[in-house]
């Protein structure tokens, strides 16, 4: 008699924020689960970056000036299906010059340059408070951020802004422009001894992102069933 293997749709871990969203149903019910960021990938981190765990980074570099800088990709996109993506870093040692960013871009910025640096990427710097957009110079945008500090990135497909976070604390809408095609997290480091760790949401945020993703998805409901009425007036 032939035994039949039944096969479990596979699990991927979500943060709370995105619990019951779209994403979380699709997740549970696909056997195509759409992946969030997991760790840090070894195989897009400069050679001057140390990954430990997975999550926590180490500088490693000579970190004489910006041409020793280090940055380092997470293991796969930022998904648009989720809505709403936000992540965080703690800065564990902010080194001798605390030259830290914190962002996100596409796989073709170099990993030599500090997120928000170069084209197609963003970032807010932890030595000077200013975040950077496609340029090396940078805006004023939020207060400096070091050894013990924690800063977050948050993305909101829904209406097409970024925010970053200090401490738990909303700095403010940082760019209301999202790039096109698949964008991912990264840190850049410049300074000896520098170390941070992320968090893509294993564990609780500074942030209270749950209650901000719980209001914008409730926005983009109100809006989409506006325009369905509208539509339907017409």
Request: net charge neutral; charged share 20%.
């Amino acid at each position: 008699m032939t035994q039949i293997t039944k096969l479990n749709k596979p699990q991927l871990s979500i943060p709370n924020y995105l619990r019951d969203t779209w994403i979380d149903k699709h997740n549970k019910t696909s056997f195509k689960p759409i992946q969030l960021p997991t760790h840090w990938n070894p195989s897009e981190c400069s050679p001057n970056l140390k990954i430990q765990d997975g999550l926590r980074l180490l500088y490693i570099g000579l970190g004489r000036n910006i041409y020793d800088t280090g940055a380092v990709r997470a293991n796969c996109p930022i998904p648009f299906e989720a809505g709403i993506y936000y992540f965080e870093m703690e800065i564990i040692d902010m080194g001798e010059r605390g030259n830290i960013g914190l962002g996100f871009g596409k796989q073709s910025c170099p990993l030599t340059r500090m997120p928000g640096w170069e084209k197609d990427s963003i970032g807010y710097h932890g030595d000077d408070g200013l975040v950077f957009f496609q340029n090396p110079v940078g805006r004023e945008y939020g207060a400096l951020y070091s050894t013990g500090d924690t800063a977050g990135c948050g993305i909101n497909f829904l209406n097409g802004t970024v925010f970053f976070t200090k401490n738990g604390i909303h700095l403010g809408i940082a760019s209301t422009h999202i790039f096109d095609g698949d964008i991912y997290p990264t840190v850049g480091l410049i300074s000896p001894n520098e170390c941070v760790e992320i968090n893509f949401g294993l564990k609780p945020f500074k942030f209270n992102i749950d209650q901000y993703a719980k209001y914008a998805f409730a926005i983009a409901e109100d809006q989409k069933n506006k325009m369905r009425k509208d539509l339907q007036s017409n």
